[in-house]
Nanobody, 124 residues
Framework: QVHLVESGGGLVQAGGSLRLSCAAS????????MGWFRQAPGKEREFVAT????????NTADSVKGRFTISRDNAKNTVTLQMTSLKPEDTGVYFC?????????????????WGQGTQVTVAS
């Protein structure tokens, strides 16, 4: 089992920045890919970004490319999502997820473990 806890959400004005963190515990030695997803009210959960266990391979959704950056510290079992130039449409609950399948998976079924989520609200 892998336990994920997100932090860093909050309320920010459009154009501002937020930094989300995800701390992993448990069986974190399984070379897990880590991802971020988000879910806006009334909408389906969608992929935001993912990062492979090693080599710094990442994949980012087109909607956030150039504004969001995913990174990880394997020694500390943490993954971070740096979000800049935030827009009201970035509002939602952001979930951290871990996958033991695929290098940089972008679809929900590939992810085995999920955090509880952290709310991000971008005011216009």
């Amino acid at each position: 089992q892998v336990h994920l806890v997100e932090s860093g959400g909050g309320l920010v004005q459009a154009g501002g920045s937020l930094r989300l963190s995800c701390a992993a515990s448990g069986r974190t030695s399984n070379n897990l890919a880590m991802g971020w997803f988000r879910q806006a009210p009334g909408k389906e959960r969608e992929f935001v970004a993912t990062i492979a266990w090693g080599a710094g391979i990442t994949n980012t959704a087109d909607s956030v490319k150039g504004r969001f950056t995913i990174s990880r510290d394997n020694a500390k079992n943490t993954v971070t999502l740096q979000m800049t130039s935030l827009k009201p449409e970035d509002t939602g609950v952001y979930f951290c997820a871990a996958s033991s399948r695929g290098v940089v998976p972008i679809t929900i079924p590939f992810y085995d473990y999920w955090g509880q989520g952290t709310q991000v609200t971008v005011a216009s």
